[in-house]
């Protein structure tokens, strides 16, 4: 979906270095997401954000930080990567209205962790 | 948060009609139905949710009994394109409910 952009799409990185993935929406929701994927375990979630003041783990949040720097960007960070933490990570956002959760995603960023 | 079971994989040759099945047995009252598809190396899309009975629409078909505790989504006439993972999640009405995407269920079309 072309309204959920992910920068970069591929990175390679080597064990221990600082990394970034970020996302950028232009659908005017409240609430974004970070997912990993990995072969055979589906979408884990690891950071969801309800508002630019709201942060709140996932899952899986340990080796990660957000930010939410506006409505519209929300970004992740790897402070030391690690080798397990090779996975297709999604980004995602949602109304947040009183109604129902769809979630609408962005292409992935590819990440291997050397 | 209702737990899902769906069937790991399935195939389909093309042109055939594909139902993929989904049990919810701990479904409360105001969660929704709701059907994502996802493409190898693409994040998931919404193609459809419900509460009770029958929901269409353009991509695909979603039925659901009276005690709500299954769902079936069914997809008319696969074609190749079809091929993808679909996931089943309940979902509550309003708030925020962490939702759980599974590991789905991989369909493939066949010529």
């Known amino acids: 979906d072309a309204d959920v952009t992910q920068t970069p799409r591929n990175r390679i990185t080597k064990t221990g270095k600082r990394i970034m993935l970020e996302c950028s929406q232009t659908k005017g929701h409240d609430r974004m997401y970070w997912y990993r994927q990995d072969p055979g375990l589906g979408l884990r979630l690891i950071y969801y954000?309800?508002?630019?003041?709201?942060?709140n783990k996932g899952e899986i949040s340990d080796g990660y930080s957000v930010s939410r720097q506006a409505q519209a960007k929300f970004s992740l960070s790897l402070e030391s990567a690690i080798p397990n933490q090779t996975a297709l990570y999604f980004c995602?956002?949602?109304?947040?209205?009183?109604?129902?959760?769809?979630?609408?995603f962005g292409p992935g960023t590819r990440l291997l962790v050397l | 948060l209702a737990k899902t079971t769906q069937p790991i994989s399935m195939d389909s040759y093309e042109g055939q009609e594909v139902n993929i099945t989904c049990s919810h047995n701990n479904i409360a009252t105001n969660d929704y139905i709701t059907w994502y598809q996802q493409f190898p190396s693409q994040g998931p899309r919404f193609i459809i949710q419900?509460?009770?009975t029958k929901v269409t629409n353009e991509v695909a078909s979603l039925f659901i009994p009276a005690d709500r505790k299954s769902s079936t989504l069914s997809l008319p006439r696969v074609s190749l394109s079809d091929t993808a993972v679909y996931y089943c999640l309940v979902v509550a009405s309003g708030g925020y409910q962490k939702v759980t995407f599974g590991i789905g269920t991989k369909l493939q079309v066949i010529p």
């Open positions: 419900g509460y009770k």
């Open positions: 995602a956002t949602s109304e947040g209205l009183a109604g129902l959760e769809t979630q609408y």
């Open positions: 954000s309800f508002d630019v003041k709201d942060i």
